[in-house]
């Protein structure tokens, strides 16, 4: 009989899908399967997810992708979860179903707990960033909790008494797939519930946030053995978390400090890898957990978070119907050789890094009769990448080590025209990778490390090739009048409301 094939598999459960890739040994992916579930919006500014519905996609995916590759579960070696991050469940304990819908990162309904605490609590703002690292904003996870414990009746009390349990999306899918309470210290810090000094839970944010110790999972490593799967994945090991971002700049191969990557999805992260010890940013990045793999020491990270731009183009394909697929957004915006004037803040969820105004909400400047749809492709295209290139700025500024390169990756890189107007505007070559879903990649290398599947020493991005370069071409002079108008822009969306 034939070898069992040894395959990993990378569960990367995002904002918009849950997807499931098998890796082989080179890397190469054997098998995808994907599936999009609910945006739920109950009022402007609220986004939800069924966690239920989140859970039977995963599990889908995988038997999915497994047929695909013509496997069964003894063919796998190992499974590595990456997940949108902040995004955060409640369950009961005893019945393992969901107490309310998971609140998303996007939502900013907590927005009024965040400034309350601002000014109110003895920590104050300056001690609340230098304590985690991350600023008082909606995006995190510890007021989501405390809402939900709230909103819904007996709560509170039940998850004192340790029958509820709150996780991040990684701790959802590692207690289904293995009965198991635990999360990654990535994911457990973007709670905003973790010391940078102790890199656990922290019994004075826990009070701040009025968010019970005894539902809060047990913190691990991101590349260890967490545990077995069950039911129709029996004893395939669950070995590796990390949140979505960190993942993908793992999966770059971005294991050395002054490595960074900037990953495009439904939002964009730029991470830089500064090594064994945390930088506090004086230009709006925040300060997170890189990656803790197995008993190594963790690695910190400098991070811009922008909380919309794949969601931009989504919102381009579903609100206004001017494309059909999101790649259509390209040959659209390439119809054209600017945007007209037009120019797009989509600050949906207020403006993250490096502004961190939740008082923000997107417009449209510089409309006239002259602008057409293919200038508000154009335009939501500038955006992203005016986003993401203050962003380089900031970090920069931050390190007084200007990149060379930045190393791209995620479904919007699939758009040249993006890659290019990029890097035009940060006047650096922009290099994608052969395989451009790092995120799911740097899951699965964590889970083979920890399973024994890839040795340590066999970095990702040796496994991964370049497949494209853009360099800048455009002039000094087009680079300042964009950046010039978009600054305008961000003034007029910026205190909104
Ligand atoms: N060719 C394209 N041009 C522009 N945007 C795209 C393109 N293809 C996909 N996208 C956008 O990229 C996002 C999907 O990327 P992905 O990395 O899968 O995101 P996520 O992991 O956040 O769900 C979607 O928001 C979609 O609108
Ligand atoms: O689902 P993604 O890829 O848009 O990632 C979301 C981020 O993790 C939010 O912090």
Not at 50 to 74: F, K, P, Q, Y
Not at 151 to 180: F, N, Q, Y
Not at 234 to 259: E, I, K, M, N, Y
Request: contains cysteine; charged residues 20%.
């Amino acid at each position: 009989m034939a070898a069992a094939r040894r395959l990993v598999a990378a569960i990367d459960q995002g904002t918009t899908s849950s997807r499931c890739i098998l890796f082989d040994e080179k890397a190469a992916i054997v098998a995808v399967a994907q599936k999009e579930h609910r945006q739920i919006f109950p009022r402007p500014g609220w986004v939800e997810h069924d966690a239920a519905e989140i859970w039977e996609n995963v599990r889908d995916c995988v038997h999915v992708a497994l047929a695909r590759a013509g496997i069964s579960r003894h063919g796998l070696a190992a499974i590595g979860i990456t997940n949108q991050r902040e995004t955060c469940v409640l369950w009961d304990r005893a019945t393992g179903r969901p107490i309310h819908n998971a609140i998303v990162w996007q939502d900013t309904r907590t927005e009024p707990i965040m400034a309350a605490l601002a000014e109110e609590n003895a920590l104050g703002r300056d001690r609340f960033r230098q304590k985690t690292g991350l600023p008082l904003a909606s995006y995190f996870s510890a007021a989501k909790i405390a809402l939900i414990l709230d909103g819904v009746p007996g709560a509170r009390e039940a998850a004192r008494a340790g029958r509820i349990a709150a996780g991040t999306m990684d701790s959802w899918l590692i207690w289904k797939l293995t009965g198991r309470h635990l999360t990654d210290i990535t994911n457990a810090h973007r709670t905003q519930l973790v010391s940078l000094d102790t890199l656990d839970w922290d019994e004075e944010l826990l009070d701040a946030f009025h968010v019970p110790r005894a539902m809060l999972p047990e913190i691990r490593s991101s590349s260890e053995v967490y545990g077995h799967a069950q039911d129709t994945l029996w004893g395939v090991p669950v070995a590796a978390a990390l949140g979505d971002q960190q993942a993908a700049l793992v999966g770059q191969g971005c294991l050395s400090p002054g490595q960074a990557k900037c990953t495009y999805g439904t939002g964009n992260f730029l991470l830089l890898n500064t090594g064994e010890a945390p930088v506090h940013s004086r230009h709006g990045l925040v300060t997170t957990i890189a990656y803790r793999l197995g008993d190594e020491p963790a690695a910190f990270a400098l991070e811009g978070s922008i909380a919309v731009t794949g969601a931009l183009i989504q919102w381009l394909r579903d609100n206004l119907g001017i494309i059909d697929t999101a790649a259509e957004v390209e040959s659209l915006a390439e119809s054209v050789e600017d945007s007209g004037g037009a120019v797009v803040v989509p600050a949906f969820s207020g403006l993250f890094a490096p502004h961190w105004r939740p008082d923000a909400r997107g417009i449209i400047a510089g409309l006239t009769g002259y602008v057409t749809k293919a200038h508000l492709a154009r335009a939501a295209l500038e955006a992203v990448a005016c986003q993401t290139a203050e962003l380089v700025e900031a970090m920069a500024a931050d390190t007084g080590q200007p990149f060379t390169e930045l190393k791209v990756d995620g479904g919007m890189t699939a758009n040249a025209l993006l890659m290019q107007i990029q890097a035009d505007l940060i006047e650096l070559p922009v290099v994608r990778p052969s395989v451009i879903e790092t995120s799911c990649f740097g899951a699965a290398w964590a889970a083979g490390v920890a399973t024994g599947f890839w040795h340590r020493a066999t970095l990702p991005d040796s496994l991964l090739g370049v497949d494209r370069q853009w360099r800048p071409v455009r002039t000094d002079d087009w680079r300042v009048s964009m950046m010039q108008q978009w600054d305008k822009a961000v003034s007029r969306a910026s205190g909104w409301i």
